[in-house]
């Protein structure tokens, strides 16, 4: 099922119909079709025929509540849990609640690319205390993170993290929670990446530490996994009612309290019906991961390919070619392939690429080859 292309093209698909003449890897949604069992479930729901205003089902928070605790191994209560027309609009409207123009925010570069624009949508003062990469795979400086959470109201934290695929472990994710209780800053967890598990990785949700500190906030969403991002639907969890009660003040004030019709329908459907179907795509995204490390390390290999434990997006250092993402972009256009630049994602990543594995085998064959062949031709 996950070597079948969707066809997308001419579908006014963002990742295709922005990228004319390419076979495109950037955008972050994955180029198969989704789990039968959504499709029949949206089917159903469109026989019905009125689609009117909604309200959340009453059977939402224990569907979410029980995907959870299977997955992650926390409890949530359905009055913690909000559901928003997407993740970045509830990290907006929720920096927007809870920080102040010049507040002090903290987010880790590289990044994904809407963090930072969150940040200036706020007015926040942005702090970075960037990841640090030893030449396979990214970690967390924690001394630095430690003296810049100090007078800091919020740290936007990326987890599993896009675009450098880690999953951050148990101990990792307790270090983050207890610095942030350290400082008392507001953590808000983006962890729209959670059920992307690779190679045996397993993801531990700041959720587990709603007992050690109070203001923790998770963003989690079937989008990615699924691929449902169109449908705008993303589940907001507070541990302290209060912070959700101001939330939901103010997301009710912007007329967006209430979810759409068919997101909630396909949330409910993956999250009873398609866990065998999210562990068979992880075993995929896997398969392609291994198959363009080995393609590179043989076609490419002055490219470093960072190690990926999650997500489907592969991190890779291309400066080697001396080359801007703008003149490197240029260049792959013209052998039909596009990705996204890494400037996208920090200061300091231009001359790296992201490169999408949710597609079929034969795809990415297809769009490697021409990756490399425009390589090859530029280290000449
Ligand atoms: C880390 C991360 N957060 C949020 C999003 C977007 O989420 P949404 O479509 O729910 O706003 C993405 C999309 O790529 C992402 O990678």
Redesign the pocket.
């Known amino acids: 099922m996950f070597n079948i292309p969707a066809k997308r093209k001419n579908t006014n698909c963002y990742k295709w119909d922005n990228c004319p003449n390419t076979i495109p890897f950037g ?3 994955s180029d198969y079709k989704v789990p039968l069992a959504v499709r029949l479930a949206l089917h159903k729901r469109i026989a019905q025929g009125a689609f009117g205003y909604c309200i959340k089902s009453p059977t939402y928070d224990a569907t979410l509540k029980n995907w959870i605790k299977n997955n992650y191994d926390y409890d949530v209560m359905p009055e913690q849990i909000s559901v ?8 907006n409207a929720i920096l927007s609640v809870f920080t102040k123009p010049g507040d002090k925010v903290i987010i880790q570069e590289p ?5 930072p624009l969150l940040l200036k949508n706020n007015q926040n003062t942005e702090e970075f205390s960037d990841l640090i990469f030893d030449g396979k795979r990214f970690s967390i400086d924690f001394d630095d993170l430690d003296r810049k959470l100090d007078g800091a109201k919020a740290f936007v934290f ?1 987890s599993p ?3 450098v695929g880690r999953t951050w472990t148990e101990s990792e994710v307790k270090k983050v929670v207890l610095l942030c209780k350290k400082h008392n800053v507001l953590l808000i967890s ?1 962890e ?2 959670c059920d992307l598990m690779l190679f045996g990785s397993k993801f531990t949700s700041v959720g587990k530490y709603f007992d050690l500190y109070k203001n923790l906030i998770v ?1 989690n ?1 079937p ?2 996994t699924f691929n449902l ?1 169109g449908f ?3 589940n907001i969890i507070f541990n302290d009612i209060e912070l959700k009660k101001a939330y939901d003040e103010k997301i009710n004030s912007m007329f967006c309290a209430e979810p759409g019709l068919m997101g909630p329908i396909a949330a409910e459907t993956v999250y009873t019906k398609c866990g065998v179907w999210m562990r068979r795509q992880n075993k995929h995204i896997e398969k392609n991961y291994l198959y363009l490390k080995k393609y590179l390390a043989q076609y490419l290999p002055k490219a470093v390919v960072t190690e990926m434990e999650s ?1 489907y ?1 592969a991190f890779i250092d291309m400066r080697y070619l001396g080359k801007t993402d703008e003149e490197l972009g240029a260049e792959l256009v013209k052998y039909g392939v596009s990705v996204n630049g890494g400037k996208m994602y920090g200061r300091n990543y231009d001359g790296w690429v992201r490169f999408n594995l949710a597609c079929p085998i034969s795809q990415l064959k297809k769009g490697l080859k021409r990756f490399v062949d425009c390589c090859v031709f530029l280290e000449e």
């Open positions: 955008v972050a949604d928003s027309p997407g993740t970045v609009f509830a990290m990044v994904y690319t809407a963090f990326c993290h896009n675009p983006d729209i990446h963003c969403a989008s990615k991002a705008f639907t993303s997500t997006l």
